[in-house]
């Protein structure tokens, strides 16, 4: 069983194919007990009838997907105060590009 102090990390995706601003996100939970609290309150929010965040989606503890097009950016979530802004001090985003592989080979003979 994890530890209450350890770290815990969810991605997000955008569930458009604009290859333009295609990103993931890495979410960093203080712990994941603060991650299971952050998506209640984000579920129950849109369950009570807030139509802001609706396009965020769970599909696994560690995996979310969203669409910032329609206003659900998943990255809002903690700044307002109708959802999950109790998690501001818990939680930090980080947008991580996809347009390029984040690996990149080289073959230059520098390298080798």
């Known amino acids: 069983m994890a530890s209450k102090r350890c770290l815990f990390y969810v991605y997000a995706k955008q569930r458009t194919d604009n290859w333009e601003g295609r990103y993931l996100i890495l979410i960093v939970f203080a712990n994941r007990a603060a991650a299971g609290e952050w998506w209640r ?25 969203h669409d910032p097009a329609s ?15 109790q998690f501001a001090h818990r939680v930090f985003y980080s947008a991580l590009r996809q347009r ?3 690996i990149r080979c080289h073959s230059s003979s520098r390298l080798h």
């Open 41 to 65: 309150a984000v579920y129950d929010s849109v369950a009570s009838g807030y139509e802001k965040f609706p396009e965020v989606k769970r599909v696994s503890p560690q995996f979310y997907t």
């Open 71 to 85: 206003d659900g950016n998943i990255m809002h979530t903690i700044h307002d105060h109708r959802c999950a802004r």
């Open 100 to 102: 390029r592989s984040p």
